[in-house]
Every structure is written in structure tokens, then in C-alpha cells.
Nanobody, 120 residues
């Protein structure tokens, strides 16, 4: 089992910045990737950014150039720096942790979610 605790959400004006952090604990020894997803009201959950155990990153087109994901291996944390925020970034943001459970198989773990609201 992997336990994820998120922090850093809140209310910000358009053009502002927020930093989300996620701390992982438990069975985190076989990390595949960590990342952030978001779900706006009435919409499906979507990928925001991911970072693999090897440090490769992937971003949704809508956040490229504005958001940066990073990982601290020693602290088992993943951080999402969000700059130039837009009202359409408003959503509940979820931390995700993927752990290898077998050859080619992994399990997903999710945080409880943190609200990000961007006012216009």
C-alpha cells in the first residue's frame, strides 16, 4: 500500500502561481511514476503531468510552459509548480503514484485531492 498526502491547493487570481506537493509513504520501493491529474466540475479526470522513476517528464499540452513537475527521491515527494494560472485550471488536483507489482503490471494509488481555484 502507498499513502499519499497532498498539500498546497487554494484560491489564486489569474496569472498567479501555486505549488502543489505530494508526500508518499508505505510500499514505495518499486516506483514506476508519480504525477498529477485533475478533475474539473462535470468533466473527466485528466493527466496534468507525470515524472517517471528515471526522471522523464510528460505534460498535458494545456499546461506546457506553465507547469513544472519535479521529484525529490530522498523525501519521496513530487511537486507541481504552477505558474501563469488560468481560470480553466480550476479543478481538484490528485496526486498519483504507480508501483510495479509484476512484469509489465503496476498499481495506481491516489491522494485525496486538493482544490485549486483560479479567479478571473
Amino acid at each position: 500500500q502507498v499513502h499519499l498526502v497532498e498539500s498546497g491547493g487554494g484560491l489564486v487570481q489569474a496569472g498567479g502561481s501555486l505549488t502543489l506537493s505530494c508526500a508518499a509513504s508505505g510500499s514505495i520501493f518499486r516506483l514506476r511514476a508519480m504525477g498529477w491529474y485533475r478533475q474539473a466540475a462535470g468533466k473527466q479526470r485528466e493527466l496534468v503531468a507525470t515524472i517517471t522513476s528515471g526522471g522523464n517528464t510528460n505534460y498535458a499540452d494545456s499546461v506546457k510552459g506553465r507547469f513544472t513537475i519535479s521529484r525529490d527521491n530522498a523525501e519521496n515527494t513530487v511537486t507541481l509548480q504552477m505558474n501563469s494560472l488560468k481560470p480553466e485550471d480550476t479543478a481538484v488536483y490528485y496526486c498519483n503514484h504507480q508501483t510495479w507489482v509484476g512484469p509489465g503490471q503496476y498499481s495506481d494509488y491516489w491522494g485525496q485531492g486538493t482544490q485549486v481555484t483560479v479567479s478571473s
